[in-house]
């Protein structure tokens, strides 16, 4: 089993920047592939970063450009970088891993741009 931890979330102004953090533990040995994910009232949740144990990155075209992903695996940890947030950023963003076949899921967090 695999326990997600996040943080960073929190307020911050259109064109502002976040860094999520979250940090990974339990059988952190057998995670592959890794992501974040948002959802927003009335809405699915989906994707907006996700990379692989080879570092292959994927971004949708609403977020390219301006968010960024990437890992520490020393520490156990992947990170989201958000530059020139938008209003429509907000959401509760969750990371989400690949471990053994299996999904596991922080308990998010929310990330609202608002001036």
């Known amino acids: 089993q695999v326990q997600l931890v996040e943080s960073g979330g929190g307020l911050v102004q259109p064109g502002g920047s976040l860094r999520l953090s979250c940090v990974a533990s339990g059988s952190i040995s057998s995670i592959r592939e890794m992501g974040w994910y948002r959802q927003a009232p009335g809405n699915q949740r989906e994707p907006v970063a996700t990379?692989?144990?080879?570092?292959?990155?994927n971004y949708p075209d609403s977020v390219k450009g301006r968010f960024a992903i990437s890992r520490d695996n020393a520490k156990s940890t992947v990170y989201l970088q958000m530059n020139s947030l938008k209003p429509e950023d907000t959401a509760v963003y969750y990371c989400?891993?690949?471990?053994?076949?299996?999904?596991?899921w922080g308990q998010g967090t929310q990330v609202t741009v608002s001036s």
């Open positions: 989400s891993v690949v471990a053994a076949s299996r999904r596991a």
């Open positions: 990379i692989s144990g080879r570092n292959t990155t």
